[in-house]
């Protein structure tokens, strides 16, 4: 049988090819590429748009580099400090460096004298506190500090500030800015300085003033006039709750209905008691790490029995209802001085679905307890987390962002919802 090949027919070859075209047309392709570049930056996540160089860190990517950067700064916990005592809070307008470090570090030792001539420079403006570690060698901390003549506290980690910060390695130097923010972690001590001088040479109250202007004044009380110090602490790290106890709305039980066959329960003989509440319940599971979670939360300060805390309370809690399931976390602040049993009745009441603490109150010293005549002409003297955060009146909602910064002290309960909302709006991260 004879075979017949088939050719397949020969069609026109085209004249433009993908490739081709933009070989030919560079010119083109560059600006096309400047193009997407620019629509793209605004975009782009602010960790993969480096401040500083990579030469200027021990981990040029990942590390706590990667993990910190751009995050609001974390509450540290000390054991012991030599020297003067800091918090996040008081640190409020000012750049601090935390050195984590530890004695028997040789590269940590000797990064000393560039830290001690760091501070030198900047009396003012600058805290710096070498946070030693937990694990071992702060029996020698003393003797080295007055060795070396160290002029800057030196603190004894408790354990948490480290785990916090994710330090796995020293020295580690983690900077952060006047307004509160992490813009270096994990940087070689020969660059501190640079990264120190270019971050004190910022303006903070511009900040702190663009987050205040970020919400109408009438949302305020008293409008315009908003106490300094709220204005102050806008766009700064919120504080921690610091509560003597805690009532976690799920803990409330359901009770049955009665029907003429069911038993009935004894009541209680304790008049004050109230169902579903325990005193010495641990704090609320997601009020543990308050801080470290990336979502908006609202802060309700109050005295429950004043005459307009019902009606703040439950509004707060049809915003809660609303908001909660979009990942808004709320918590009620009951004053130090409040009636705890009744605050709880109260919150039973209303069917509360916020957790609520009873704010811790402010230690005071022998001196200031035993002096009659001082106590009786000074202003009363408000809780621990009351104080943290300029409270002196109540009822006071908080609003604070994804990024843990103060955005609204004061607000309206009626304009909470509408501020929630302009948060809800803006970009994570």
Not at 150 to 162: E, F, H, K, Q, R
Request: aromatic fraction near 8%; charge should be negative.
């Amino acid at each position: 049988m004879r075979r017949f090949d088939r050719k397949m027919p020969s069609f026109p070859r085209r004249t433009f090819r993908f490739p081709s075209f933009f070989e030919q047309n560079r010119v083109c392709w560059a600006a096309l590429s400047t193009l997407v570049f620019l629509v793209l930056m605004p975009i782009i996540p602010a960790a993969a748009q480096s401040e500083f160089p990579d030469d200027w860190y021990f981990s040029p990517e990942g590390g706590v580099r990667g993990k910190l950067e751009g995050k609001p700064g974390m509450p540290w916990s000390a054991s012991t400090w030599i020297g003067e005592s800091h918090d996040l809070q008081s640190c409020s307008g000012k750049v601090v460096v935390l050195d984590f470090w530890a004695t028997w570090c040789g590269p940590c030792v000797a990064s000393i004298p560039k830290n001690i001539d760091l501070v030198s420079q900047h009396p003012d403006d600058l805290v710096f506190i070498g946070m030693h570690s937990a694990t071992s060698g702060w029996d020698k901390a003393p003797q080295m500090v007055e060795d070396r003549k160290i002029n800057y506290p030196v603190a004894l980690d408790s354990g948490s500030t480290g785990k916090a910060y994710q330090i796995s390695a020293f020295p580690t130097y983690v900077i952060i800015d006047r307004t509160g923010v992490i813009r270096a972690a994990g940087v070689i001590p020969s660059r501190v300085g640079e990264i120190v001088k270019k971050l004190l040479g910022e303006n903070s109250p511009s900040a702190s003033v663009s987050m205040a202007s970020s919400f109408s004044q009438e949302w305020f009380y008293r409008g315009a006039n908003l106490m300094t110090s709220w204005q102050k602490q806008h766009g700064q790290p919120m504080s921690q709750i610091k509560a003597s106890s805690w009532w976690d709305p799920n803990s409330r039980t359901d009770q049955p209905e009665k029907t003429e066959d069911a038993p009935t329960e004894e009541t209680p003989s304790d008049p004050t008691a109230v169902t579903g509440v325990d005193e010495t319940a641990s704090t609320p599971d997601e009020m543990i790490e308050f801080s470290e979670v990336e979502k908006i939360r609202v802060l309700h300060f109050t005295r429950i029995g004043h005459a307009i805390a019902g009606t703040h309370l439950k509004a707060l809690n049809a915003a809660a209802i609303k908001y909660s399931p979009l990942g808004v976390g709320f918590a009620v602040i009951c004053d130090h001085d409040s009636e705890w049993s009744e605050s709880q009745k109260t919150a039973e009441t209303l069917e509360l679905k916020i957790p609520m603490a009873l704010d811790d109150a402010v230690e005071t010293t022998p001196a200031e307890t035993t002096d009659e005549t001082s106590a009786s002409t000074s202003p009363r003297e408000m809780g621990s987390t009351a104080k943290s955060y300029n409270i002196r009146a109540f009822p006071v909602t908080v609003l604070v962002d994804r990024q843990g910064r103060i955005r609204a002290t004061g607000i309206k309960i009626e304009k909470l919802t509408a501020a929630i909302d302009q948060l809800l709006a803006e970009p994570a991260g």
